[in-house]
């Protein structure tokens, strides 16, 4: 290392008291209305706010609603985001240091001041470009990719907008058109470079449509260090949760593991509790684990998907420390 850079990490180490251990890093990437935020927030539930800290690389845009009504690209393209700033902030946090977060207003559009972050034990970063560039995947412990077929996102996008962001239903879908090319250029690619695929979606090979509750599909790829899901994943919980060979999109083979929305509680909780058993932790399990809403409805496959997730957080974590 570099005498100057020594000098400045020593110098930040004394000035803070003693060296912080580094937080474990998740990055949640996708679409416009994927799921990324209530799959973090049951995330940072279940770990506790005052242990997990979470921020969305959206709020790293260059311009606001206003203002990108008289340009080319939509907050898909990198060049409507600080993505370097953005880069750099992550790698900050990622050493356990601060930032000073801009903010971006998604109910009105707007810029806003920006917020001191101080990473907490746990860092999940969920945004449309968090996988874009291989600085940023390079401060992530495991990368996570939600990947819904695009007519239940239009769905999930129709309706939030419309209720929660003031645009009229022509108006989203004028935008999702204009945003498409950019979708396939900018925020789709990210999906090569997950640790894990997630898709909640029917499998219509079993009969579920979209009225039904939803099932996931996870894609578990060797670049991270999954759990041991074969000697959970038995005959008998079979109907519920099961795992198999496939292949993904580039034919290399990845384990795919199906966990059926109709799952029944007391088979899935067998399977949560052998997951949790596996990271031998003393603190009980978290039982807000699948909630869609606080205290609300709740869905098994979003459980389970949260789970491996806050396995591979809370196993990062251990090796850090």
């Not at 000035?15 to 990055?27: E, Q």
């Not at 907490?120 to 990719?145: M, T, W």
């Not at 204009?178 to 979606?201: G, M, Y």
């Amino acid at each position: 290392m570099p005498h100057k850079q020594v000098a400045i990490e020593r110098a930040w180490q004394r000035d803070n008291g003693s060296r912080r251990t580094r937080p474990a890093m998740l990055a949640i990437a996708g679409d416009s209305a994927a799921g990324k935020t209530t799959l973090t927030k049951g995330l940072v539930a279940a770990l506790g706010a005052m242990h997990c800290t979470s921020v969305c690389t959206d709020h790293y845009h260059r311009y606001d609603r206003e203002e990108r009504k008289d340009k080319t690209f939509t907050p898909l393209h990198p060049d409507c985001n600080y993505v370097e700033v953005m880069e750099q902030h992550l790698q900050l946090l990622a050493l356990g240091q601060p930032i000073l977060q801009p903010t971006y207003h998604h109910s009105n559009g707007t810029l806003g001041r920006p917020v001191l972050v101080d990473p907490d034990q746990y860092v999940i970063i969920e945004g449309l470009l968090p996988l874009f560039s291989k600085l940023s995947r390079a401060c992530f412990d495991v990368g996570v990719y939600l990947d819904p077929p695009e007519e239940i996102r239009y769905d999930w996008k129709i309706k939030r907008d419309t209720t929660k962001r003031g645009y009229t239903e022509e108006a989203v879908r004028a935008e999702l058109a204009k945003r498409e090319p950019e979708s396939a250029e900018f925020i789709r690619p990210q999906r090569a470079h997950a640790d894990i695929v997630v898709r909640f979606a029917p499998i219509e090979e079993r009969g579920e449509s979209p009225d039904d509750p939803l099932s996931a599909t996870l894609l578990l790829r060797p670049t991270a260090a999954h759990p041991d899901l074969a000697s959970i994943l038995t005959e008998d919980v079979g109907k519920a949760i099961h795992m198999k060979l496939s292949r993904d999109e580039d034919g290399k083979p990845v384990d795919a593991v199906h966990i059926h929305g109709y799952a029944d509680p007391g088979v899935t909780e067998k399977v949560k509790l052998a997951i949790w058993d596996q990271l031998g932790v003393d603190e009980p399990f978290p039982e807000t684990l699948g909630e869609l809403e606080p205290g609300g409805p709740r869905s098994e496959p979003l459980a389970i998907t949260q789970l491996l997730l806050l396995y591979h957080l809370i196993q990062a974590r251990q090796q850090a420390s």
